[in-house]
């Protein structure tokens, strides 16, 4: 039986591939419908989603209160509250291994910094990655691919969650076609929108391998 992981807040499932790849059962939960998502999904509140029958924990909660990208639109009143402390506080509970993923800003507890480079992507969303277990830390590698052209690759800075990224939305306005973004990110299943809001999955395959270590000597949860 493999062991079980529950997304929390999984989106269309970047995340989610990445430990399924790592050898995860993964079981995915957003409020929000989520077609495109390609494991067993269920549309539910995290805050309130039952923890019981998971031997590990993923939780991408909402970045935007985080965002140096905040403040950009000040007629708009804020949707995003930072539901950082509630996630950690049901999370740590379980006295299982688990994972709290945010931007560049967010205040995790002593997070590890995951970048495209690190793994051979012509992407460079960074993202933090805080844990109750050891992740060791990489290094970024930015002389990997030009920053600043296309094709070949384009770096740019999006809106909301995204940071900088050769993967965005804007397909007219920056001429990148949808395949080049996937390549990009590891992702060959989503929608655009979806894609400019995904980890690449490559993120937490790499995790994935210190969790599968973790749980080894952990009981399991499958109460």
């Not at 807040?9 to 591939?17: I, Q, V």
């Not at 299943?189 to 994935?208: C, D, F, K, R, V």
Request: hydrophobic share 35%.
């Amino acid at each position: 039986m493999k062991p079980r992981l529950l997304d929390l807040f999984c989106g269309a499932g970047g995340a989610s591939m990445g430990y399924y790849r790592a050898g995860f059962e993964v079981v995915g939960v957003d409020i929000n419908p989520q077609s495109h998502y390609p494991f067993e999904f269920h549309q539910a509140d995290a805050l309130t989603y039952p923890l019981d029958g998971f031997d590990a924990y993923h939780a991408s909660p909402p970045c935007q209160a985080f965002t140096k990208y905040k403040n950009l639109r000040k007629d708009l009143p804020c949707r995003y509250p930072n539901l950082l402390p509630a996630i950690r506080e049901r999370l740590s509970k379980t006295g299982l291994p688990y994972i709290i993923e945010n931007v560049v800003g967010a205040p995790l507890i002593e997070p590890v910094t995951l970048c495209g480079s690190m793994f051979g992507l012509e992407v460079r969303r960074h993202r933090l990655f805080e844990s109750n277990i050891s992740i060791p830390a990489r290094q970024c590698d930015h002389s990997v691919w030009p920053p600043n052209r296309y094709p070949g690759g384009r770096s740019i800075e999006r809106g909301g969650c995204h940071t900088l990224c050769r993967a965005t939305v804007e397909v007219g306005k920056w001429g990148i076609p949808k395949k080049v973004q996937e390549s990009a990110m590891g992702i060959d299943w989503t929608n655009l929108h979806e894609l400019s809001e995904a980890i690449p999955p490559a993120y937490t395959e790499y995790i994935g391998k210190y969790l599968m270590e973790a749980i080894k000597h952990e009981p399991p949860n499958h109460s």
